[in-house]
Nanobody
Framework: QVVLVESGGGVVQPGGSLRLSCAAS????????MGWLRQARAKEREFVAA????????YYSDDVKGRFTVSRENSNNTLYLQMDDLKPEDTAVYYC????????????????????WGQGTHVTVSK
């Protein structure tokens, strides 16, 4: 089975930074697009960012573009999300997720493309 374990969350002030990590097992990372979803209280999960199997293409939601950076290390099946200039509206549980969907010829990742089985890591941005 695929296991995705997120870490790195915490409580930070607005404008601060966090680096999330996802340790994946039960898969070969190079076979999947990997990304991050998030879910705030009383809201459905939303797409945050993703990175293609090769790591050459990245995708971001409009809400985080320019502030978050997604990266991966396929050698150890690890996914990262560097979050800078955090805002209160970024407060959520962040989930690592995977998909077999490719976006080579257009298109953009959608929440329904992904599978996420981890418990997530909590991010709270508050003064």
């Amino acid at each position: 089975q695929v296991v995705l374990v997120e870490s790195g969350g915490g409580v930070v002030q607005p404008g601060g930074s966090l680096r999330l990590s996802c340790a994946a097992s039960g898969l070969t990372a190079r076979d999947y697009t990997m990304g991050w979803l998030r879910q705030a209280r009383a809201k459905e999960r939303e797409f945050v960012a993703a990175i293609a199997e090769t790591g050459r293409s990245t995708y971001y939601s409009d809400d985080v573009k320019g502030r978050f950076t997604v990266s991966r290390e396929n050698s150890n099946n690890t996914l990262y999300l560097q979050m800078d200039d955090l805002k209160p509206e970024d407060t959520a549980v962040y989930y690592c997720a995977i998909t077999v969907v490719h976006y080579y010829s257009g298109g953009f990742p959608h929440i329904s493309d992904f599978h996420a089985w981890g418990q997530g890591t909590h991010v709270t941005v508050s003064k």
